[in-house]
């Protein structure tokens, strides 16, 4: 009974971790203050998040790595890279679109 419950424990193993591949990282603007709700996603999954108040974000995929990884927020440019293994993806400083840089350079007059 103890090996039969044993196997059974150890059989669901990979479903608790081993099988999900993980990254985070930070989102920024180039003023280095973070970016709120900006859409993190894996190109050709339906794997997805958003950023948070601190422009901290967290994906996990069942997909393997080599992740192509878009990032998404109005008022910035679309930034894709790919993602070669999971860990931290460190800070990503996404740059203005040429209309925020428009609205930006007018506050600035």
């Not at 920024?28 to 050709?44: F, H, K, N, R, S």
């Not at 440019?77 to 990503?92: D, M, N, P, R, Y």
Request: proline letters at 2%.
């Amino acid at each position: 009974m103890r090996i039969a419950t044993l196997m059974l424990i150890l059989s669901f193993v990979p479903y608790f971790g081993f099988g999900q591949n993980a990254i985070s990282g930070k989102i920024v603007d180039e003023l280095g203050l973070p970016v709120y709700m900006a859409t993190v996603e894996i190109q050709g999954t339906e794997d997805i998040t958003y950023t948070d108040f601190e422009g901290l974000f967290s994906l996990k995929s069942e997909k393997g790595f080599h992740w192509k990884i878009e990032i998404k927020s109005k008022g910035y440019k679309t930034e894709s890279f790919f993602v070669l293994s999971g860990g931290s993806a460190g800070e990503i400083v996404l740059e203005y679109d040429a209309e925020m840089k428009k609205l930006l350079e007018e506050e600035g007059q």
